[in-house]
């Protein structure tokens, strides 16, 4: 498929466990977003990429949270020692070059925490 | 920073009837984008919008940027039930491009 995917779609993890998101974006794509969705709510901004830079962390709530983009191309989210309040879904989002407006979000990956 | 307001949070409508959301914002914004999320989807690109009272149409949808710049709409003539989401409205931020939401509306369409 063309688009962006994220994996996994879903994801339990008991209070104070380590989780890992994975975001793949589409080919060729230059920049890759993070964002998280709470129930009933938008997304909220909390990391960006360009290649492999991390130019934006400042959504990042707290020091828990920790992305990378080691070569340019998939990221990973981590999270870690969950906490309740960090049940939400977790879009990724790319684009294709800096200056281009339209970004591709993938399905998401809905973290619950228990 | 700058934020979007989003009204009505909800509205139910009857298959056929016109629908309507607002964003705005109490300041100048440089652009606005609209999203459509399906329940249990992602956020789908809709439109942007740049210019001082800009009108765009895709079928039955009309989207319009205030002549202040401060607000903008989402009109759905004659909704049919494929109509039935949340419709966001975005600001794309000028530096790093990342998108600040706002909270939506969520769209239910009676048949």
């Known amino acids: 498929g063309a688009g962006v995917s994220q994996s996994p779609r879903y994801k339990v993890a008991k209070r104070g466990q380590d989780v890992a998101l994975r975001c793949d974006p589409i080919s060729g794509h230059v920049s890759l977003f993070w964002y998280q969705q709470a129930l009933g709510q938008g997304p909220e901004f909390l990391t960006y990429?360009?290649?492999?830079?991390?130019?934006?962390k400042s959504g990042l709530p707290s020091d828990r949270f920790f992305a990378e983009r080691p070569e340019g191309s998939v990221s990973t989210l981590k999270i870690q020692r969950t906490q309740q309040e960090d049940s939400a879904v977790y879009l990724c989002?790319?684009?294709?070059?800096?200056?281009?407006?339209?970004?591709?979000f993938g399905p998401g990956t809905r973290l619950t925490v228990t | 920073g700058q934020q979007v307001m989003q009204i009505p949070q909800y509205q139910h409508v009857q298959e056929g009837e016109d629908f309507t959301t607002y964003c705005n914002s109490s300041t100048t914004l440089s652009n606005i984008q609209w999203y459509k999320q399906r329940p249990g989807g992602h956020p789908v690109f809709l439109i942007q919008l740049v210019k001082s009272g800009e009108v765009k149409k895709q079928k039955r949808l009309t989207f319009q940027f205030g002549e202040a710049k401060k607000n903008s709409s989402l009109h759905i003539t004659a909704t049919q039930t494929t109509d039935v989401g949340t419709y966001f409205c975005a600001l794309l931020r000028n530096a790093g491009n990342m998108l600040t939401f706002g909270g939506g509306t969520r769209l239910m369409v009676k048949p």
């Open positions: 989002a790319s684009l294709k070059v800096a200056g281009s407006y339209e970004q591709y």
């Open positions: 990429f360009q290649n492999e830079a991390q130019l934006d």
